[in-house]
């Protein structure tokens, strides 16, 4: 009898020591230091701008990606006139020998900024580049140096340039554009069969608790009634990240995979996830408008020979003007980007990254069965607890 309750017991804290195998510890505060000042080329923003890129580089490379710099030309507009400058794109490929239909992913954030006071450059899209950074990191440690994970499919993480949609009068092509038309598409062989789609970070960072800070526009209920339904339950607060996504069923298996790890700890949070499904029949308006500025509409619209080939990519946003900004905890005074960083803020970009980093995981990745040489850090202190409680069962059996 001893000896089977000693078993189960072993094998329960076996199962929880592999559980405790993935390394979550989300750093995201740390990434974001780098990118809380506006990252544009002109306007004497240039310098951060360049500083953003290197940084990004510099970080990839550190994590174990294989580092590709995509340059290409644009147009931007700025306070002198149009004028055409060289963005580029950081690509991070973490590659995998074999892939199959549907396996590879990309995750993707811009890191330029434009030049408006609001939102700033901390929440759009500072959030979304420190949070593609940090999944990259954990993904890497996971699959590359922890021993916890071996690596199945490829996996592209993308730091995009030059985000003309969101410019003033941006004439010129965004670096999603490029990233898609003159590398990704060449990537995959001219064939989206081996692609699985691609997660886009862009504004990551406004939770907000206001009543009615959310827009509930008619045609907000038009394009999505459930998400709708679900907001004036919760008395139409900003306080959900959205996740935007075409119909189409690879897109819809991506979506499933992501919101499921969201939610996966189940923790009570103050704030929660919406899937946005966009219905298959769109009327252009001011949602879709302000929907297809960020780099997912590069995915959604992509043509070949000027055939609509649409490639499945979701959007993972705090739907960025459909909710207010909230108020300046400085008044009228300039506000350092420190104190916009209130705890409520960093948990809701923390769940965004372990929810991105656990779906990659389990999708890309397998995990490895545990072995003691193999502990790391994540498991020093489980095998400590287990110590304990045997010592303890050790005593009560005496
Ligand atoms: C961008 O334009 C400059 C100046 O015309 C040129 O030197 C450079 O090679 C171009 N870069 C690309 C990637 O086409
Ligand atoms: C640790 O894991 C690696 C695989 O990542 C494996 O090759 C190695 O044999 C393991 N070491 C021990 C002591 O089990
Ligand atoms: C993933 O890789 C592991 C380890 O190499 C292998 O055992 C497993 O069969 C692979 N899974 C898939 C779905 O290819
Ligand atoms: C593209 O083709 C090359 C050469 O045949 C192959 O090695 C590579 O795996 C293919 N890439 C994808 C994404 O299928
Ligand atoms: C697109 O056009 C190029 C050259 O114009 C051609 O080589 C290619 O086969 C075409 N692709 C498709 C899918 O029709």
């Known amino acids: 009898m001893r000896r089977l309750v000693l078993g189960l017991l072993a094998s329960f804290l076996g199962v929880s020591l592999v559980a405790a195998d ?15 000042e506006y990252r544009f080329p002109g306007n004497n923003h240039e310098d951060s701008w360049v500083k953003a890129r290197d940084y990004i580089e510099k970080e990839f490379s550190y994590y174990g990606l294989r580092v590709q710099k995509q340059t290409f030309n644009s147009t931007i507009w700025t306070i002198e006139d149009d004028q055409s400058v060289e963005g580029v794109n950081i690509i991070g490929v973490a590659q995998a020998t074999n892939n199959k239909p549907s396996a590879i992913v990309v995750v993707g954030a811009n890191y330029d900024t434009n030049t408006r006071e609001s939102p700033g450059p901390l929440f759009n899209n500072g959030a979304g580049i420190a949070a593609l950074l940090e999944t990259a990191r954990l993904f890497m440690h996971n699959v590359k140096w922890s ?20 410019h003033d009068n941006g004439p010129g092509k965004s670096g999603g554009w490029y990233f898609v038309n003159e590398w990704l598409w060449d990537y995959l062989n001219k064939s989206d069969t081996n692609f699985g789609g691609a997660f886009v970070l862009d504004s990551i960072m406004n939770v907000n608790q206001e009543p009615t800070s959310q827009d509930t526009s008619e045609n907000f209920r038009k394009i999505f009634p ?20 075409q119909p189409d069923e690879k897109s819809k298996k991506l979506r499933d995979q992501f919101v499921g790890n969201y939610r996966k700890d189940r923790r009570r949070r103050p704030f929660r996830l919406e899937d946005m499904t966009l219905p298959r029949v769109l009327h252009q ?21 000027g055939t609509a080939t649409p490639l499945p990519a979701i959007l993972i946003t705090d739907t960025e003007k459909l909710r207010e900004m909230p108020e300046s905890p400085c008044g009228n005074r300039v506000c350092p980007p420190k104190a916009w960083l209130t705890e409520e803020r960093e948990d809701f970009m923390v769940a965004t990254v372990e929810g991105l980093t656990g779906t990659l995981l389990r999708r890309q990745a397998t995990r490895l069965p545990d072995s003691p040489g193999n502990s790391s850090d994540a498991t020093s202190l489980p095998s400590l607890f287990t110590t304990v409680i045997f010592l303890l069962i050790g005593r009560f059996y005496h």
């Open 285 to 305: 308006n001011n949602i879709i408008s302000e929907l297809t500025t960020q780099e997912t509409v590069e995915f959604w619209s992509f043509q070949v020979n």
């Open 22 to 36: 993935i390394d979550m510890d989300v750093k995201i505060v740390e990434k974001l230091q780098h990118f809380s």
């Open 147 to 166: 021993g916890a994970f071996r690596q199945n499919f490829t996996t592209i993480f993308v730091a995009f340039d030059l985000n003309t949609k969101e």
């Open 226 to 245: 459930d998400t709708f339904n679900s907001m004036a339950k919760n008395g139409n607060k900003g306080n959900f990240i959205g996740v935007v996504t």
